[in-house]
């Protein structure tokens, strides 16, 4: 499916049914694929990790977000109350705020709902500029400790094709963004060592095979 990333993981498939099924009638293209393996229900359980994911353009994400946000505000007064964001503090329910790609879209509408009702009314500008904060906290690069990196040359010296893997995964490594755009996942320091240390894995790769070569040549001569 070229072209096409995972806008939403499900562990249900009616629920990836009806959001699809929502999106579809309001002209967004997208299709849910199963990629849970027969291996995860043997050996982890079904409740593993969501195998349902709806997929989608990266240029429908935003719009997509809208048509959901505005479904749920306009079925919101049919919430149970006993919904489980009832029992949260303020504190606990500006996190979901704060932090809406770690829940879900009805859970970021339901926690200002609540927050309103308990008489602290978040305004549009406020959710828009929270949102923005955790955009950039989010694009920005990851760090990592200083034994990731020794574990990288430790690889590279003596296991060179899994520290060749390694290095180009630290170089290359992206992550996505609730817009579905893509970032660089390590800032630029990790990401030279990742250079090197790939350039290390292959030269010791290269060498190796030369070495054994060498070896042949010399056996089959004496």
Request: hydrophobic share 45%.
């Amino acid at each position: 499916m070229a072209g096409y990333e995972v806008f939403h993981s499900f562990y249900s498939e009616e629920d990836a049914l009806a959001m699809q099924k929502l999106l579809s009638e309001k002209g967004i293209t997208c299709k849910v694929e199963k990629s849970k393996q027969l291996a995860d229900k043997i050996f982890i359980g079904d409740a593993a990790e969501p195998s349902l994911h709806l997929k989608m353009r990266v240029p429908d994400f935003t719009r997509a977000h809208e048509i959901l946000d505005k479904e749920i505000r306009e079925n919101i007064s049919s919430l149970e109350s006993d919904y489980y964001l009832y029992d949260f503090s303020n504190d606990e329910l500006m996190e979901v705020i704060k932090k809406p790609d770690e829940w879900s879209a009805q859970d970021f509408v339901i926690a200002q709902k609540i927050l309103a009702d308990r008489g602290n009314n978040l305004s549009q500008k406020e959710v828009d500029t929270l949102k923005s904060e955790r955009y950039r906290e989010l694009k920005a690069p990851e760090k990592e400790g200083v034994w990731w990196i020794i574990l990288g040359y430790f690889l590279a010296i003596f296991f060179g094709p899994a520290g060749l893997f390694f290095g180009i995964f630290l170089t290359t490594a992206r992550k996505m963004l609730p817009d579905g755009n893509k970032v660089m996942l390590y800032e630029d320091k990790i990401r030279l060592h990742g250079k090197v240390i790939a350039a290390i894995s292959a030269a010791i790769i290269i060498l190796a095979i030369f070495g054994e070569i060498a070896l042949f040549w010399a056996f089959f001569w004496l």
